[in-house]
């Protein structure tokens, strides 16, 4: 069965590649490249798209009928499976490319600030409908939650206070205690990185000082993104690049311009059991520093303390 | 209440699927707390603060760490056990392929089951092949053209496609190659070594390779371009290639080349080509006057043997000599013996070639020592056979050609023609010297001494009543790792009376001395 891809991220191969299957998902695959250290996914959607994704549209195939360590090739477009008859033909498929770093989101806008009200809200809300292991209020109560946000609370505080006073040793620090942190195969605490990253991106625009801290920091931090799984040490290659999935990006988008902000949470959060909830958490987080007033501190004296936080929300 | 854990390898679920995992864990009969987390530093800490895990263990990002907390060891033994077999028994289900299989009967479809190929080898009749071809190149695969009866007007723009996209074609009609130790078409098994081989002549190939094997070295790429390459209408593209591919090849010392005499034009591109490459090129323009080749790096040679050998003594480091076109001295008595067989008025050669070149090699040798000598591929236009079917005088028969083949396999394969023909010779009371040339390898016949033997015995006899000896001299070409085993094949063909020689050169002047000064 020859499937045609409708999109491909920007970071993979075009030509000839040879790899391997990774891992399989009901509707993901990653595979593992020949020659590079990162993966690339084979996902089934009708709207996810990655920076390292191949994105196919199709109704009734279950990718569980390939198994890892099966070869997989990549010639003259059309990518062919060991042993299988299903292709995906990649020739036409259309080249996304995430544009969060673009988007120079000014949270100090009234509107953005009530985008962000807005999702914070529902993330709340979605976590506790689905009793998610961390709950983003409590990232920001010490002593509150479970042992997994009682966990992370700290780091994130100080990830927060450390980027905000462009201190690269403090964030990095603080990172290194979130990285492989939590279930799934990607933890929360990556996935909170993830999203994090994500609100830099969003914000920096063209500022030299905020784009020289994130690059740098992003770099430091794919060195500590040896300490968690495969598949998640790829997501954040991918965003100390500023790419992101689509999903996170359109969210980002979303606040940026106020516009159907709700809808992008949801799908947003929909990805994975957690994973999404917890990119968001970690987006939002990120879109509080360098602003002042910002919607987690209203005001200076706040940082350090995320309990005033509240107040605001 | 005792905790346990186990780690999985390179195990990924998601985290519903975990969840859920988890859960079942739980529901076990003495067990309180499951935890099924990835093996990294962080969840291994916050393990060890949960209590779940008494001490930290090694961390290990990809593979998954269940942690049980049970009322008693056997509980918490055995919820383990049931864990791996519970994930296990998932990764046992997504194997299970449910896409039918077919075999391949297309090149999409053939790389669909191998989809690392790289290479593809067409053998379709010719009117089919160069669409075959134009799809493979299109997939990003080299292409091997056995098929034959493809025109030069659809060569030309496969074989630019492919250079264009840094892709080779070897052919149409490339009978052998050995790409990477491995015989395709009709190839020897020779040892690998240091000497790459682009030819441009099948038989040629398979000479120069058979015989750098028989003396001592190997053979690191053996690339075959068909016989057109050369031509000035090709422009020689796939041996240019070639050059280029064996020159970057750190495994190949010496490279040697192969062909008829090119196009003036192609010849001297071949050559400047060849010069460039930096390393000794052998250069066996099969006709052509070797002084003409010979210069810095390259070294012009007069025959297939003497490619071989200039291409090993220099894979040895060993200075190249000049070669002599004198019969080696260990053949000189067999002339003797066989001249006193031999009936006045049995005056001429009678050469039947399965193999191209061997034919046109022998047609140069006997023209050089013996004058006139007539065949299909003459190298005098006057000295074409006027009927194939029929000797004239010295008469040399390149049975491959293409008035022999049609509706029948090729003689290497199917001996019947050859073997008709030499009882016809044997009736010719002018046949002094039946040459023969035998091809062993991959896609030859598998017994050819089996072939030949009895067509043999029968023209003996032939001659015998008739009062006459007939001499039989022949090479064969192969190796003892061959599936027919030269020395085997040589030793019965001996068993009848065949005088051998090492090469097909030999084998020619052989005759020659035979026919000559008497």
């Given at each position: 069965?020859?499937?045609?891809?409708?999109?491909?991220?920007?970071a993979v191969p075009r030509e000839r590649f040879d790899a391997v299957i990774q891992s399989v998902?009901?509707?993901?695959?990653?595979?593992?490249?020949?020659?590079?250290?990162?993966?690339?996914?084979?996902?089934?959607?009708?709207?996810?798209?990655?920076?390292?994704?191949?994105?196919?549209?199709?109704?009734?195939?279950?990718?569980?009928?390939?198994?890892?360590?099966?070869?997989?090739?990549?010639?003259?477009?059309?990518?062919?499976?060991?042993?299988?008859?299903?292709?995906?033909?990649?020739?036409?498929?259309?080249?996304?490319?995430?544009?969060?770093?673009?988007?120079?989101?000014?949270?100090?806008?009234?509107?953005?600030?009530?985008?962000?009200?807005?999702?914070?809200?529902?993330?709340?809300?979605?976590?506790?409908?689905?009793?998610?292991?961390?709950?983003?209020?409590?990232?920001?109560?010490?002593?509150?939650?479970?042992?997994?946000?009682?966990?992370?609370?700290?780091?994130?505080?100080?990830?927060?206070?450390?980027?905000?006073?462009?201190?690269?040793?403090?964030?990095?620090?603080?990172?290194?205690?979130?990285?492989?942190?939590?279930?799934?195969?990607?933890?929360?605490?990556?996935?909170?990185?993830?999203?994090?990253?994500?609100?830099?991106?969003?914000?920096?625009?063209?500022?030299?000082?905020?784009?020289?801290?994130?690059?740098?920091?992003?770099?430091?931090?794919?060195?500590?993104?040896?300490?968690?799984?495969?598949?998640?040490?790829?997501?954040?290659?991918?965003?100390?690049?500023?790419?992101?999935?689509?999903?996170?990006?359109?969210?980002?988008?979303?606040?940026?311009?106020?516009?159907?902000?709700?809808?992008?949470?949801?799908?947003?959060?929909?990805?994975?059991?957690?994973?999404?909830?917890?990119?968001?958490?970690?987006?939002?987080?990120?879109?509080?520093?360098?602003?002042?007033?910002?919607?987690?501190?209203?005001?200076?004296?706040?940082?350090?303390?995320?309990?005033?936080?509240?107040?605001?929300? | 209440?005792?905790?346990?854990?186990?780690?999985?390898?390179?195990?990924?679920?998601?985290?519903?699927?975990?969840?859920?995992?988890?859960?079942?864990?739980?529901?076990?009969?003495?067990?309180?707390?499951?935890?099924?987390?990835?093996?990294?530093?962080?969840?291994?800490?916050?393990?060890?603060?949960?209590?779940?895990?008494?001490?930290?263990?090694?961390?290990?990002?990809?593979?998954?760490?269940?942690?049980?907390?049970?009322?008693?060891?056997?509980?918490?033994?055995?919820?383990?056990?049931?864990?791996?077999?519970?994930?296990?028994?998932?990764?046992?289900?997504?194997?299970?392929?449910?896409?039918?299989?077919?075999?391949?009967?297309?090149?999409?479809?053939?790389?669909?089951?191998?989809?690392?190929?790289?290479?593809?080898?067409?053998?379709?009749?010719?009117?089919?092949?160069?669409?075959?071809?134009?799809?493979?190149?299109?997939?990003?695969?080299?292409?091997?053209?056995?098929?034959?009866?493809?025109?030069?007007?659809?060569?030309?723009?496969?074989?630019?496609?492919?250079?264009?996209?840094?892709?080779?074609?070897?052919?149409?009609?490339?009978?052998?190659?050995?790409?990477?130790?491995?015989?395709?078409?009709?190839?020897?098994?020779?040892?690998?070594?240091?000497?790459?081989?682009?030819?441009?002549?099948?038989?040629?190939?398979?000479q120069v390779t058979s015989l750098i094997d028989r003396f001592g070295a190997g053979i690191t790429?053996?690339?075959?371009?068909?016989?057109?390459?050369?031509?000035?209408?090709?422009?020689?593209?796939?041996?240019?290639?070639?050059?280029?591919?064996?020159?970057?090849?750190?495994?190949?010392?010496?490279?040697?080349?192969?062909?008829?005499?090119?196009?003036?034009?192609?010849?001297?591109?071949?050559?400047?080509?060849?010069?460039?490459?930096?390393?000794?090129?052998?250069?066996?323009?099969?006709?052509?006057?070797?002084?003409?080749?010979?210069?810095?790096?390259?070294?012009?040679?007069?025959?297939?043997?003497?490619?071989?050998?200039?291409?090993?003594?220099?894979?040895?480091?060993?200075?190249?000599?000049?070669?002599?076109?004198?019969?080696?001295?260990?053949?000189?008595?067999?002339?003797?013996?066989?001249?006193?067989?031999?009936?006045?008025?049995?005056?001429?050669?009678?050469?039947?070639?399965?193999?191209?070149?061997?034919?046109?090699?022998?047609?140069?040798?006997?023209?050089?020592?013996?004058?006139?000598?007539?065949?299909?591929?003459?190298?005098?236009?006057?000295?074409?056979?006027?009927?194939?079917?029929?000797?004239?005088?010295?008469?040399?028969?390149?049975?491959?050609?293409?008035?022999?083949?049609?509706?029948?396999?090729?003689?290497?394969?199917?001996?019947?023609?050859?073997?008709?023909?030499?009882?016809?010779?044997?009736?010719?009371?002018?046949?002094?010297?039946?040459?023969?040339?035998?091809?062993?390898?991959?896609?030859?016949?598998?017994?050819?001494?089996?072939?030949?033997?009895?067509?043999?015995?029968?023209?003996?006899?032939?001659?015998?009543?008739?009062?006459?000896?007939?001499?039989?001299?022949?090479?064969?070409?192969?190796?003892?790792?061959?599936?027919?085993?030269?020395?085997?094949?040589?030793?019965?063909?001996?068993?009848?009376?065949?005088?051998?020689t090492d090469s097909n050169a030999q084998a020619a002047r052989l005759a020659a001395a035979i026919?000559?000064?008497?």
């Amino acid at each position: 069965m020859k499937i045609r891809a409708v999109s491909i991220g920007e970071a993979v191969p075009r030509e000839r590649f040879d790899a391997v299957i990774q891992s399989v998902f009901d509707s993901a695959l990653n595979l593992r490249l020949a020659d590079e250290e990162h993966l690339i996914a084979l996902v089934i959607s009708d709207h996810y798209e990655l920076p390292q994704g191949i994105r196919i549209v199709t109704k009734g195939l279950s990718l569980r009928t390939l198994t890892p360590g099966l070869r997989v090739a990549t010639r003259s477009g059309i990518l062919r499976f060991d042993s299988s008859s299903l292709s995906v033909d990649l020739r036409g498929a259309s080249v996304w490319k995430c544009r969060v770093p673009e988007l120079g989101l000014n949270m100090q806008s009234h509107t953005a600030q009530q985008a962000w009200s807005t999702t914070w809200t529902l993330l709340n809300q979605e976590q506790r409908h689905k009793n998610t292991e961390l709950l983003a209020d409590d990232l920001f109560r010490p002593h509150t939650g479970s042992p997994l946000s009682q966990r992370i609370s700290k780091p994130v505080t100080s990830l927060v206070t450390s980027t905000d006073e462009f201190n690269p040793r403090g964030a990095l620090h603080a990172a290194g205690q979130m990285i492989g942190l939590g279930p799934g195969v990607t933890p929360s605490g990556d996935d909170i990185l993830i999203g994090f990253l994500a609100g830099l991106w969003s914000m920096a625009g063209e500022n030299g000082h905020q784009l020289a801290f994130i690059r740098s920091f992003g770099r430091e931090l794919i060195q500590l993104a040896k300490g968690t799984s495969e598949i998640s040490r790829t997501y954040l290659y991918h965003a100390a690049q500023g790419q992101f999935s689509s999903s996170l990006s359109h969210l980002a988008e979303a606040i940026t311009t106020s516009d159907c902000v709700e809808e992008a949470a949801r799908a947003a959060m929909r990805v994975g059991h957690s994973s999404g909830m917890d990119a968001v958490t970690g987006l939002l987080i990120g879109l509080c520093v360098w602003n002042i007033p910002s919607p987690l501190y209203p005001s200076p004296a706040g940082r350090g303390d995320g309990g005033e936080g509240k107040d605001y929300l | 209440m005792t905790t346990s854990q186990r780690m999985i390898k390179n195990l990924y679920r998601d985290s519903v699927s975990l969840m859920q995992f988890s859960e079942k864990l739980r529901a076990l009969d003495g067990i309180q707390q499951a935890s099924a987390v990835m093996a990294t530093e962080n969840n291994i800490s916050l393990l060890v603060e949960a209590g779940l895990l008494a001490s930290a263990v090694p961390p290990s990002p990809n593979d998954l760490l269940i942690v049980v907390e049970g009322k008693d060891e056997a509980s918490v033994s055995a919820a383990l056990d049931q864990a791996e077999a519970m994930l296990k028994a998932k990764a046992v289900d997504a194997g299970e392929d449910g896409v039918r299989h077919v075999p391949p009967r297309s090149v999409e479809m053939g790389l669909d089951s191998m989809p690392s190929a790289n290479f593809v080898l067409i053998s379709t009749p010719g009117e089919y092949a160069a669409a075959e071809a134009r799809k493979a190149l299109q997939l990003g695969l080299h292409v091997m053209m056995f098929s034959d009866n493809v025109s030069m007007e659809e060569e030309i723009p496969l074989k630019q496609y492919a250079r264009d996209h840094d892709l080779l074609v070897m052919g149409p009609d490339c009978g052998t190659a050995i790409i990477n130790g491995i015989p395709l078409g009709f190839a020897n098994v020779v040892r690998r070594g240091d000497i790459g081989v682009v030819a441009a002549s099948g038989t040629g190939l398979q000479q120069v390779t058979s015989l750098i094997d028989r003396f001592g070295a190997g053979i690191t790429q053996a690339i075959g371009t068909g016989g057109h390459d050369l031509k000035s209408e090709v422009g020689g593209i796939t041996m240019l290639q070639g050059i280029d591919a064996l020159a970057k090849d750190q495994a190949t010392k010496v490279i040697l080349l192969v062909s008829k005499p090119p196009s003036p034009d192609v010849m001297k591109n071949v050559l400047d080509k060849a010069a460039k490459s930096k390393k000794p090129v052998v250069v066996e323009f099969i006709g052509a006057d070797p002084k003409t080749i010979t210069a810095g790096n390259l070294y012009g040679v007069k025959t297939l043997e003497d490619a071989a050998s200039a291409a090993v003594l220099l894979s040895k480091g060993k200075a190249v000599k000049k070669f002599s076109n004198a019969l080696p001295a260990k053949y000189k008595t067999l002339v003797k013996s066989a001249q006193k067989k031999l009936k006045k008025e049995q005056r001429y050669i009678r050469g039947l070639f399965s193999g191209g070149t061997f034919c046109y090699e022998t047609v140069l040798s006997l023209s050089e020592a013996l004058g006139k000598v007539y065949s299909n591929t003459p190298i005098k236009k006057d000295e074409k056979i006027p009927n194939v079917w029929k000797s004239l005088e010295h008469t040399v028969i390149d049975l491959g050609d293409d008035l022999f083949t049609q509706g029948r396999p090729h003689p290497m394969i199917d001996f019947r023609l050859r073997n008709e023909r030499i009882l016809q010779e044997a009736e010719d009371p002018e046949t002094a010297v039946i040459l023969l040339d035998v091809v062993l390898g991959y896609g030859s016949n598998m017994d050819p001494a089996s072939e030949l033997i009895p067509a043999i015995q029968h023209a003996q006899k032939i001659a015998a009543k008739a009062k006459r000896n007939l001499v039989f001299v022949a090479s064969v070409c192969g190796t003892d790792s061959d599936p027919q085993s030269l020395s085997r094949q040589e030793a019965r063909l001996r068993e009848v009376g065949v005088i051998l020689t090492d090469s097909n050169a030999q084998a020619a002047r052989l005759a020659a001395a035979i026919v000559g000064a008497r």
